[in-house]
């Protein structure tokens, strides 16, 4: 089932925070999917402001795992999305860095390194809230359109749209890599809840494509509406491809049943 509710940036951001909190109070050895992109950053620095002020639940039992990493890219490239993560998440929450599973980027091992991750994520337990982004041509994770629905952790090919979307995390197109580790379609849609964000005018197609048409290999996000448990918050020109109007409103949402 998929629930969709209208929050600009903040609301959005305070709403995940409240789902997190309540994940983690309830479950010591909570899984966490995570997103990389801008859409989450803001997540992260709220979970991080609350456990500066001793306002989280004991978090030594968590893990996290994210959903992709570009492949190629130096150890330690501050772009690397393990490099991101160490910073938004593991510093920001007091965590250890063996709390946080990055699927590896080193394109001498790819094969290898896929089916590791799919281990080290079943060996979890399996995820209880992930976090999704979308890219503006319908993309999650790096599942870029024309790929299996059926996917699991594999290296793909970043399409032009999508290094052009990432190029502003680079000095210039050219050093955004060609190529990724993603996190399957398959594998993603196994989390127990997905929270997907989408902010700006520039998702507003692929977000309207992905719940109102139908589930196709052309817009990857379209395969979430099999999942039982989707919710989207998307801000007033995210939504505004849509045509079944009224939305919910974030702020008659009810969060009670997280
Ligand atoms: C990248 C990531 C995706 C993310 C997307 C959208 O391509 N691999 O996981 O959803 O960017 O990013 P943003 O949130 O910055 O729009």
Redesign the pocket.
């Known amino acids: 089932m998929v629930e969709i509710a209208v929050a600009d940036h903040g609301q959005a951001a305070a709403l995940a925070c409240r789902l997190f909190v309540d994940l983690f109070s309830r479950k010591t050895n909570a899984v966490i999917g995570l997103?990389?992109?801008?859409?989450?950053m803001e997540i992260y620095r709220m979970l991080g402001e609350l456990a500066a002020s001793n306002l989280l639940p004991d978090l030594s039992g968590i893990s996290a795992f994210a959903?992709?990493e570009y492949v190629g890219l130096p150890a330690g490239h501050a772009e690397s999305y393990r490099a991101v993560l160490t910073r938004e998440w593991t510093a920001r929450l007091g965590l250890r860095e063996d709390q946080l599973h990055v699927p590896s980027g080193d394109d001498s091992q790819l094969e290898s390194a896929a089916k590791a991750f799919e281990t080290a994520l079943a060996g979890s337990g399996g995820v209880d809230l992930q976090l999704?982004?979308?890219?503006s041509n319908g993309?999650?994770?790096?599942n870029e359109p024309g790929g299996p629905l059926s996917s699991r952790t594999h290296v793909t090919s970043l399409s032009e749209q999508?290094r052009l979307?990432?190029a502003r995390f680079f000095g210039s197109l050219d050093e955004v890599p060609a190529r990724s580790m993603t996190q399957g379609l398959q594998t993603i849609l196994e989390a127990e809840r997905i929270l997907l964000l989408a902010f700006g005018e520039q998702?507003a197609q692929a977000i309207a494509g992905a719940f109102e048409g139908p589930i196709t290999r052309d817009l990857p996000a379209s395969v979430l509406q099999t999942h039982p448990n989707v919710t989207v918050l998307v801000d007033e020109a995210a939504a505004s491809a849509f045509s079944r109007l009224p939305l919910n409103s974030a702020k008659s949402w009810p969060l009670q049943d997280a």
Do not use: E, Q, V, Y
Not at 132 to 135: C, E, P, Q, S
Not at 139 to 142: D, E, P, S, Y
């Open positions: 997103a990389t992109g801008s859409s989450p959903l992709d999704l982004g979308i890219g993309h999650i994770a790096f999508t979307d990432n998702k």
